[in-house]
């Protein structure tokens, strides 16, 4: 597996030479995430040795609850200017905690322009504490203006490395989406599943999925997938969870 990124900033912690933002450029984003856990440990360890998963820090991004983390991500078909203007007034009123407040951008060609606009305003004058990570699959669609204010990174995974079965439990749970009795079956979906954790992918590759169909897709399994992706973060009932998927999905044509 590919670790340039991982070790490109890794080097920088130690050289002290950090960027203020960052593209990165991957083709395969769920992927990627795994790794971005790592990168973001080495940036906010209170170890020196890149990191140590026992500090406060190390706790806080294992559980996806770091106070000075904020992610955006898509909303609909894009990043809209009032995300970018919730982190930056977030930015602006949270007590400091830790070496580095951090904005991650998931999908940056997203950014509709007056987002990336807004956004300049982070890159062109930026404060020593805040490092962004914009991550992107499609680096030539991200706005110029972002581009050349960002330290350009690439992580190119191999394609054949399948996601572990993803893509037949994403169907399997599509299939339970078709009629509302699918509800019935949850318990024995959910006991297939290896690691609970691999609802979150697998919310997450129907999300992209769904977006890979271009003017195809359908705005509505859009906005459900994001929705129940986000909710998965913080809700441990899985099965409730997925029979509140199955019921809303059931609706959608
Ligand atoms: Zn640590």
Redesign the pocket.
């Known amino acids: 597996m590919a670790v340039f990124v991982r070790q490109a900033i890794l080097n920088q912690v130690r050289e002290k030479k950090l960027a203020h933002a960052y593209l990165i450029e991957t083709n395969n984003l769920l992927e990627f995430e795994k790794e971005l856990k790592e990168i973001l440990?080495i940036i906010l360890?209170?170890?020196d040795n890149e990191?140590?998963?026992?500090?406060q820090?190390?706790h806080f991004i294992d559980s996806d609850n770091h106070p000075n983390i904020i992610r955006i991500s898509p909303d609909g078909v894009n990043i809209k200017i009032g995300q970018v203007e919730e982190l930056q007034k977030k930015f602006s009123t949270k007590a400091f905690f830790g070496k580095y407040n951090i904005y991650i951008i998931s999908e940056a060609d997203k950014l509709n322009q007056t987002a990336a606009n807004a956004l300049l305003k982070f890159l062109e004058e930026p404060e020593e504490n805040i490092i962004g990570l914009l991550l992107t699959t499609k680096k030539d669609l991200v706005l110029p203006t972002i581009t050349s204010r960002c330290q350009i990174l690439t992580e190119k995974f191999d394609i054949c490395e399948d996601n572990n079965g993803l893509k037949e439990n994403a169907t399997r749970l599509l299939d339970l989406t078709s009629s509302i009795t699918g509800i019935y079956d949850v318990k024995d979906y959910i006991g297939s599943l290896e690691d609970k954790n691999d609802l979150k992918h697998i919310f997450s590759y129907l999300l992209h999925d769904e977006l890979e169909k271009g003017k195809e897709f359908n705005l509505r399994k859009v906005k459900i997938y994001h929705r129940f992706l986000e909710k998965i973060k913080y809700n441990v009932n899985m099965e409730l969870l997925l029979e509140e998927f199955i019921i809303e999905m059931s609706e959608v044509k």
């Open positions: 440990k360890c209170e170890e990191y140590c998963n026992s500090c820090q190390c």
